[in-house]
């Protein structure tokens, strides 16, 4: 008789698990060992736009990959290191620094006019090296086809030692 209790109690115990899976397999249209899969995310037609002056980065709900805007003809520097329209300083209220996939101009706009413009066309893209051995962000930026690609970084320059005054000399 406390077989049949233990079994029918067992029994009943695995019969609810089953019952249990089958629902929650239900509730859900498809199964992720992927935790990030596991919570919904918030709004899926969501869309959220950031960037500077002059540019945008999009992302469009459902994917994680930005979506840039074309390069124009004013977001690439001439040959002497300017943009149309843009000033010889860098702008006061620009982020600073470079990133990936910055236009020539937000890279010339952040940082100022470069000490050194090498523009050349490799396997018919632009290629644009900008050198800026002073500043906030010594380095060498190598843009491809208008897109910032490649960042090196250069040494930063040493401050300057504060000049010493020459002791006053006494009179007697």
Same mark, same amino acid.
């Given at each position: 008789?406390?077989?049949?209790?233990?079994?029918?109690?067992?029994?009943?115990?695995?019969?609810?698990a +089953?019952v249990?899976?089958?629902?929650?397999g239900?509730s859900?249209?498809?199964?992720?060992?992927?935790?990030?899969e596991?919570?919904? #995310?918030? !709004?899926?037609? &969501?869309?959220?736009?950031?960037? &500077?002056?002059?540019?945008?980065?999009?992302?469009r709900?459902?994917?994680? =990959?930005?979506?840039?805007?074309?390069?124009?003809?004013? !977001?690439?520097?001439?040959a002497d290191?300017r943009?149309?329209?843009?000033?010889? =300083?860098?702008?006061?209220?620009a982020?600073?620094?470079?990133?990936?996939?910055?236009? =020539?101009?937000q890279l010339?706009?952040?940082?100022?006019?470069?000490?050194?413009v090498?523009?050349? @066309?490799? @396997?018919?893209d632009?290629?644009?090296v900008?050198t800026y051995?002073?500043g906030d962000?010594?380095?060498?930026y190598t843009? +491809?086809?208008?897109?910032? #690609?490649?960042?090196e970084r250069?040494?930063t320059?040493?401050?300057? =030692?504060?000049?010493?005054r &020459?002791? #006053? #000399?006494?009179?007697?």
């Amino acid at each position: 008789m406390l077989r049949q209790r233990i079994a029918r109690r067992c029994t009943a115990a695995m019969v609810m698990a +089953v019952v249990a899976v089958i629902l929650v397999g239900c509730s859900s249209g498809r199964m992720s060992l992927d935790p990030t899969e596991w919570f919904p #995310k918030q !709004d899926p037609d &969501a869309r959220s736009v950031t960037g &500077a002056e002059g540019g945008f980065t999009v992302t469009r709900g459902g994917s994680d =990959e930005p979506v840039q805007r074309a390069v124009t003809q004013s !977001d690439l520097v001439g040959a002497d290191g300017r943009c149309e329209g843009a000033s010889s =300083e860098p702008a006061a209220s620009a982020p600073r620094g470079g990133a990936l996939a910055m236009t =020539e101009c937000q890279l010339v706009t952040v940082a100022g006019v470069p000490d050194q413009v090498n523009v050349s @066309a490799e @396997a018919g893209d632009r290629r644009v090296v900008l050198t800026y051995s002073k500043g906030d962000h010594p380095g060498i930026y190598t843009f +491809v086809a208008g897109r910032l #690609k490649i960042i090196e970084r250069l040494p930063t320059p040493p401050k300057p =030692e504060p000049r010493r005054r &020459a002791p #006053k #000399k006494q009179r007697a």
